[in-house]
């Protein structure tokens, strides 16, 4: 995946400035894939030079935004990416090299840093059910939304398969008073 044809999706979506992409990109796409705001502009002033998208005459506002809209490049561009495939990536996450250390050294206190991820993943959890009622309500049968709603059980279930996951290591980690005695 890459940061461009992240853009271009928002842009085939609708035009917007800068900002309004980065808060698009910060409410929709971004929960899959990050970027900062500063990676955006650069990567929109990329875009722009490589005649994907043009900017749109400035509006006459104070903050003076420039906005951007996808040039049939830029969508012919997205077509060719979406074809392309790719592997799936692999399960890289520093917390399970942590746990695996852990059953080799003993106890290290991990159960502190499982109980944040639990809530960072419980409050993520929370933001995708939100979104998934506003950007996919059940009512909408037509083929971008169903897209959208399978995009968003992906970010559900992603993050109800790590509250069970972490919620199971807690268990090992924190064991109920005297489950240790009783064994």
Not at 29 to 38: P, R
Not at 79 to 99: H, N, S, T
Not at 121 to 144: C, F, G, N, V
């Amino acid at each position: 995946m890459s940061l461009p044809h992240a853009l271009l999706t928002s842009l085939a979506e609708r035009p917007g400035s800068g900002s309004d992409l980065a808060g698009r990109f910060d409410r929709s796409i971004g929960y899959f894939w990050h970027a900062t705001h500063q990676q955006i502009y650069r990567e929109l002033a990329r875009m722009a030079e490589a005649g994907w998208i043009e900017s749109l005459p400035e509006e006459s506002t104070r903050g003076r935004k420039r906005a951007y809209r996808l040039l049939p490049a830029g969508r012919k561009e997205l077509k060719r990416w979406i074809a392309l495939g790719g592997q799936p990536a692999p399960l890289r996450d520093e917390l399970m090299v942590r746990l695996w250390a852990d059953a080799a050294v003993g106890p290290a206190g991990l159960a502190k840093d499982v109980r944040q991820r639990l809530q960072l993943h419980q409050d993520m959890l929370a933001r995708y059910q939100a979104m998934e009622r506003r950007e996919a309500p059940p009512a909408a049968d037509d083929r971008a939304a169903a897209l959208r709603r399978l995009v968003l059980q992906a970010g559900l279930r992603y993050e109800r398969y790590w509250i069970e996951l972490l919620l199971e290591a807690l268990k090992t980690l924190d064991p109920a008073p005297g489950a240790a005695d009783a064994a």
